[in-house]
C-alpha cells in the first residue's frame, strides 16, 4: 500500500493535562478509499487512532473488514466513509442525466453555454447502430447540429448589432458574453444525442447505488457506463501522474453492485397499473408550466399519486392523476402500494417515490435543456416522467424574446431565424417517428433540448426558498429563471406569508444581456 501523508499536527494547548495524550488534528492524502472507510470505520470499534489504524492495515485486511461489517452485518453507513472521483467523458447528455440522478451526488457537468459542442459530436445508440433507422439518425442528429451552429452564428451576430459594447469592456469580453447569450437560444436544437463529460466525486454507497441503477436501464448505454464504473473500481489504476502502480479504487465495496431485480419488477408492474388506471384521463394538460396541488392528506394516497405520476408514459399532470387517486378505492390504493414493494428484497433501498411527506410539491413541465439545470438541486425529491415526444417543444417567439431581449428578438425573426428554429425540430421529431419504428428508445436520443419533460420537485420550505432566489438571479439560464419565478409565484399566491422573506427576482425586468 502506498505510504499516507499526513499534514502537520495540530499544536496541543499549553494547559492540556500530561495525563492525557494530546489533541491531533491532520488530514490524510494518499490512502485509497477502502483503507480510508476501514480506518474511520474502526473509530467506533476501537480506541486507536487513525493513524495507527492505517499503518498496520493492508488491503487484504480491510477486505476482510468490509466483508464483514458491510455485506454480511449490513453496516452500509461504511461505504459512506470511502469517497472516489470520476471522469466520463463522451457520454450522451440522456446518460448523463441518468448519471447524475442520484439524491447525494457531488460533480459538474460539461457547460452548454460557455463552448460549443460541435466539436464533440453526438453519440450513436446501440438500440439503432446496424438497423434500417441508422441512416436516418445520423441524417437527423447531423441536421440538428448544423442547425445549432448556424443558429449559435446568426444570433451573436444579431447581438452585436443590438447591444453596443461598453467603453470599459474588451472586445473579447463583448463577444464571449453575448456568444454565451446566443448559445443560451440556440442549446435548444442539441438532441439528447450530444456527447458531454461529467465529473463525480461520490461516496462508495452512492456510487454502489448509481451502478446498481445504470446496470438496470433500458438503455445501452446507460447500461454499459454502469459496467465501466464497476469495471474502474476493481481494476488497478494507471497513474499518470506517479511512477507507482495504483491500487483499486474499491474493490471490495462495489463488487456485489448488480441491477435491482426488485426495481425492475416493480416497474413493470407499476407501468401496466399506471396505463390502466388512468385511462380514463383525457389528453395531458399543457396549460401550466408550474403548478403547486395540494398534496394528499393521506401519506398512503400520496404515495400511490407518486408511482402512477412516475410511470406515465401519457405525460398526464399531478392534478390530473390525483383526480383519479381520489376516486379509487381503499383496496385499489393498498393494491397500488402492494405492487411497488412487493418484490422488495433483504438489500433493497425503497423506490424513491415512496418519499412522501413533503408540504411543497411542485408539477413542473420544462424544457429538457433547463431540466438538466434544476436537476442539480438534490436536497429535494424529483420524480421525472418518462421522455416524450408529446409534451411539444417551446416557442422561438418565446425563447428569443426571454433570451434576447426585445430588440434583438424581433430583428433575429425577422431574418427568418425563428422559422428556421421550428423547421429543425419538426424535422426531427418526424424523423424520430421513423426510427422509433426500429427502436423507441432509439428516438429517444434525438429529443432536442427544446422539448418538455414533466417532473415532481417535492421540497420542504427552505430548499424551496434557495431555489427560487438561486435560479432567479438575473445572470442565469431565462428559461429556468421563468420556471423558479413560477414556483415563486404559485408559493405566494397558496402560502405568501412563507413568500414573503424569499428574495426572489422578477425576470420579467430589463434584461441586461452584459450582465452575467
Not at 424551496?464 to 438575473?474: V, W
Request: with cysteine; glycine share 6%.
Amino acid at each position: 500500500m502506498p505510504t499516507p501523508a499526513v499534514s502537520a499536527l495540530s499544536t496541543p494547548p499549553d494547559d492540556a493535562p500530561a495525563a492525557y495524550p494530546p489533541r491531533r488534528v491532520y488530514s490524510v492524502v494518499g490512502v485509497p478509499p477502502e483503507i480510508q472507510a476501514y480506518a474511520l470505520a474502526k473509530y467506533s470499534r476501537s480506541s486507536q487512532g487513525m493513524l495507527e489504524t492505517i499503518q498496520e492495515l493492508s488491503a487484504q485486511k480491510a477486505e476482510q473488514f468490509l466483508t464483514t461489517f458491510y455485506f454480511q452485518y449490513g453496516h452500509r453507513s461504511i461505504a459512506d466513509l470511502a469517497h472516489l472521483v470520476f471522469g466520463l467523458e463522451q457520454i450522451s447528455i440522456l446518460a448523463a442525466i441518468a448519471v447524475v440522478d442520484e439524491p447525494v451526488w457531488d460533480g459538474q457537468e460539461r457547460s452548454t453555454r460557455y463552448q460549443p459542442f460541435r466539436k464533440t459530436g453526438w453519440h450513436l445508440p446501440a438500440e439503432v447502430a446496424g438497423s434500417v433507422a441508422e441512416g436516418v439518425f445520423a441524417q437527423t442528429a447531423e441536421g440538428l447540429f448544423g442547425a445549432y451552429e448556424g443558429l449559435s452564428a446568426a444570433l451573436l451576430e444579431h447581438l452585436v448589432e443590438a447591444v453596443p459594447r461598453p467603453a470599459d469592456m474588451s472586445e473579447a469580453t463583448y463577444r464571449r458574453t453575448l456568444r454565451a447569450r446566443a448559445f443560451d437560444v440556440a442549446r435548444s436544437l442539441l438532441p439528447l444525442a450530444t456527447h458531454t463529460s461529467v465529473g463525480q466525486i461520490v461516496s462508495a454507497r452512492v456510487l454502489e447505488r448509481q451502478i446498481s441503477r445504470l446496470l438496470g436501464s433500458p438503455y445501452g448505454e446507460i447500461r454499459a457506463i454502469g459496467g465501466e464504473l464497476k469495471a474502474a473500481c476493481q481494476t488497478p489504476a494507471s497513474a499518470p501522474l506517479s511512477a507507482e502502480p495504483q491500487p483499486a479504487a474499491a474493490p471490495t465495496l462495489v463488487k456485489y453492485a448488480e441491477a435491482s431485480a426488485y426495481e425492475a419488477s416493480a416497474e413493470r408492474e407499476l407501468e401496466a397499473a399506471a396505463a390502466m388506471l388512468l385511462a380514463p384521463l383525457r389528453e395531458a394538460d399543457h396549460s401550466v408550466s408550474v403548478d403547486l396541488p395540494e398534496p394528499f392528506a393521506d401519506p398512503l394516497r400520496e404515495i400511490v399519486a407518486t408511482l402512477l405520476y412516475r410511470y406515465d408514459a401519457a405525460g398526464h399532470s399531478l392534478r390530473q392523476i390525483q383526480t383519479v387517486v381520489a376516486s379509487l378505492s381503499q383496496a385499489q390504493i393498498e393494491e397500488v402500494f402492494e405492487l411497488s414493494i412487493r418484490d422488495r428484497g433483504r438489500h433493497d433501498d425503497l423506490l424513491r417515490e415512496h418519499r412522501g411527506g413533503y408540504a411543497l410539491v411542485f408539477d413542473v413541465l420544462v424544457d429538457l435543456g433547463s431540466f438538466r439545470d434544476l436537476h442539480r438541486h438534490r436536497r429535494c425529491v424529483q420524480v421525472q416522467q418518462p421522455l416524450t415526444w408529446h409534451h411539444a417543444f417551446e416557442r422561438p417567439e418565446t425563447v428569443f424574446e426571454q433570451g434576447l431581449g426585445t430588440q434583438a428578438a424581433l430583428t433575429a425573426l425577422e431574418a427568418g431565424l425563428g422559422d428556421a428554429y421550428v423547421e429543425a425540430l419538426l424535422k426531427a421529431e418526424q424523423a424520430a417517428s421513423g426510427v422509433r419504428a426500429a427502436s423507441a428508445l432509439g428516438a429517444d436520443y434525438l429529443l432536442p433540448l427544446a422539448y418538455r419533460t414533466r417532473c415532481l420537485f417535492k421540497m420542504d420550505w427552505a430548499e424551496a426558498a434557495y431555489i427560487i432566489e438561486q435560479r432567479t438571479q438575473p445572470q442565469g439560464h431565462f428559461s429556468y429563471r421563468r420556471v423558479a419565478w413560477a414556483m415563486y409565484e404559485a408559493l405566494r399566491a397558496r402560502h405568501p406569508k412563507l413568500a414573503a422573506p424569499i428574495r426572489a427576482t422578477d425576470p420579467n425586468d430589463k434584461l441586461d444581456l452584459l450582465r452575467r
